[in-house]
């Protein structure tokens, strides 16, 4: 599940650019129109590939992309994301930078490259690449870069900024499952253990529970005195995620 999220969060970026193409390979695709036209077009089956996991035929048609167009940002930004799943952080890097470069007001590209810088420690750099993107009044998702933003302040320890993330995610978008639940084991961890429980009972709802999900409902129910709520939410730990730490947690008694 934790892969999943974070494969949602790497293709925030990419949702506003395309929709998925149907068809099933490029080879016959944006061959006939201007370079721009057949770049775009490359990199959108590039996408659609990298979504379904596909990163060799992704990295391909991002090669016909920049043969075709050198100079198209989303192109070197979709790179940027593959060769991050490639564990390629060099040439991730230097495939955001050119992307930057080429479009530094881009909010999908600020909001990629933030997220790699992130994930390779770099998380007081990453918060302003997400703030950059936030500030562009044509920017879509803005709730998808606080939220990241809040993931990233809360990896480099700071929880305050974190909070404050959170809840402007769920301003914009109160559904957020991600704001959701980190937000609900903030207030849990502050005590405000009704808030945390709306928060993780909305999050259930919306979308399958995870172990992280199941996890912190069980504890909200343990620390309110809900003993059966509790035994039914620890059966579901059992049941669904046996082998997670979460369960491990429980079989130990280590709550918080």
């Excluded at 659609?48 to 060799?56: I, L, T, V």
């Excluded at 564990?87 to 590209?109: C, H, K, T, V």
């Excluded at 990896?155 to 404050?164: L, M, P, Q």
């Excluded at 069980?218 to 509790?230: N, Q």
Aim: hydrophobic share 35%; aromatic share 8%; proline share 5%.
């Amino acid at each position: 599940m934790k892969r999943a999220v974070v494969l949602l969060l790497l293709l925030a970026g990419c949702a506003s650019q395309s929709e998925a193409p149907t068809v099933e390979t490029g080879t016959t695709v944006g061959e006939v129109g201007d370079p721009r036209n057949r770049a775009r077009a490359h990199t959108d089956l590039a996408a659609a590939y990298y979504e379904r996991g596909s990163m060799a035929i992704a990295l391909e048609e991002l090669r016909i992309a920049t043969a075709a167009d050198a100079n198209y940002p989303p192109a070197h930004s979709m790179l940027g994301l593959v060769y991050m799943e490639l564990r390629e952080n060099q040439l991730a890097e230097a495939s955001f930078e050119r992307a930057l470069r080429l479009s530094p007001n881009d909010p999908d590209i600020n909001h990629n490259y933030g997220w790699f810088l992130c994930n390779t420690n770099r998380e007081k750099e990453s918060i302003k690449l997400f703030v950059q993107a936030i500030r562009n009044p044509l920017y879509s998702t803005p709730w998808r870069s606080y939220s990241t933003a809040g993931v990233c302040s809360l990896r480099g320890g700071n929880a305050k900024d974190a909070e404050e993330f959170f809840q402007r995610a769920l301003k914009l978008e109160p559904d957020d499952p991600q704001s959701l639940i980190k937000l609900g084991e903030i207030r849990y961890r502050q005590g405000q253990i009704d808030e945390a429980r709306r928060l993780v009972s909305r999050y259930n709802k919306l979308i399958t529970p995870t172990a992280e999900s199941l996890w912190l409902a069980l504890r909200i129910e343990r620390r309110l005195g809900e003993r059966v709520a509790e035994q039914s939410l620890g059966n579901q730990l059992r049941r669904r995620y046996p082998g997670s730490a979460e369960y491990r947690a429980l079989q130990r008694g280590q709550y918080d």
